[in-house]
């Protein structure tokens, strides 16, 4: 009888790892390779097929003033998506509030005439600590500097933040928000005004 049961239940097992360990993830990665080829392979930016730079979904740290600067990120290192986490801190904590000041004053280092409000967005973490994306409001606040520090019109800046820029989630959830490494990336595209 014990052998009656035990030779069922092992090639039950062996039947059902096959299946989910080999059949069903083949599958799945086949489907995924040829309806959502790009998201698939983690919707990598690779500017004329050459070497990738980046991915839509991973911001970077961009500290460079000529660059728009994203998100802090939570993670350590900075920006590394196999650490992915948010930083924790609640809005009565010290150390939050510290690394805001910090943040501020370094922003207003390298853009001392900017006497606008600094959004939040600009001084905090996302909940991944991997944002890619600013609100209109993090890109309007650096969009005199970065303009002025190449050389180009704040129209063709806007223009395009307005070409990297997702709308809602169906037109309902959520706020506009730019792609800071494919606005800067078209940015690094573009002629200064002085050139000709």
Same mark, same amino acid.
């Given at each position: 009888?014990?052998?009656?049961?035990?030779?069922?239940?092992?090639?039950?097992?062996?039947?059902?790892?096959?299946?989910?360990? /080999?059949?069903?993830?083949?599958?799945?990665?086949?489907?995924?390779?040829?309806?959502?080829?790009?998201?698939?392979?983690?919707?990598?930016?690779?500017?004329?097929?050459?070497?990738?730079?980046?991915?839509?979904?991973?911001?970077?740290?961009?500290?460079?003033?000529?660059?728009?600067? &994203?998100?802090?990120?939570?993670?350590?290192?900075?920006?590394?998506?196999?650490?992915?986490? &948010?930083?924790?801190?609640?809005?009565?904590?010290?150390?939050?509030?510290?690394?805001?000041?910090?943040?501020?004053?370094?922003?207003?280092?390298?853009? $001392? /005439?900017?006497?606008?409000?600094?959004?939040?967005?600009?001084?905090?973490?996302?909940?991944?600590?991997?944002? $890619?994306?600013?609100?209109?409001?993090?890109?309007?606040?650096?969009?005199?500097?970065?303009?002025?520090?190449?050389?180009?019109?704040?129209?063709?800046?806007?223009?395009?933040?307005?070409?990297?820029?997702? /709308?809602?989630?169906?037109?309902?959830?959520?706020? $506009?928000?730019?792609?800071?490494?494919?606005?800067?990336?078209?940015?690094?595209?573009?002629?200064?005004?002085?050139?000709?």
């Amino acid at each position: 009888m014990f052998r009656e049961q035990i030779r069922p239940a092992i090639m039950i097992f062996i039947v059902l790892t096959v299946i989910t360990g /080999g059949v069903y993830p083949l599958i799945v990665t086949g489907m995924a390779q040829v309806f959502f080829h790009k998201q698939a392979n983690g919707s990598l930016i690779c500017p004329g097929g050459g070497q990738c730079v980046g991915s839509t979904l991973i911001g970077q740290n961009f500290d460079d003033p000529k660059y728009f600067w &994203g998100r802090l990120s939570a993670t350590t290192p900075a920006y590394n998506a196999s650490a992915s986490s &948010g930083s924790n801190l609640g809005p009565s904590n010290p150390a939050l509030a510290a690394s805001v000041k910090a943040r501020i004053l370094v922003l207003k280092a390298v853009d $001392p /005439g900017n006497q606008a409000l600094v959004p939040v967005d600009l001084v905090t973490a996302s909940a991944s600590g991997l944002d $890619p994306h600013l609100s209109l409001a993090g890109v309007n606040y650096q969009l005199a500097r970065v303009a002025g520090l190449r050389k180009l019109p704040e129209a063709a800046v806007r223009q395009v933040v307005g070409r990297n820029m997702s /709308g809602r989630f169906l037109g309902l959830l959520g706020e $506009p928000v730019v792609n800071v490494l494919k606005v800067n990336l078209a940015l690094d595209g573009l002629k200064p005004a002085s050139q000709p």
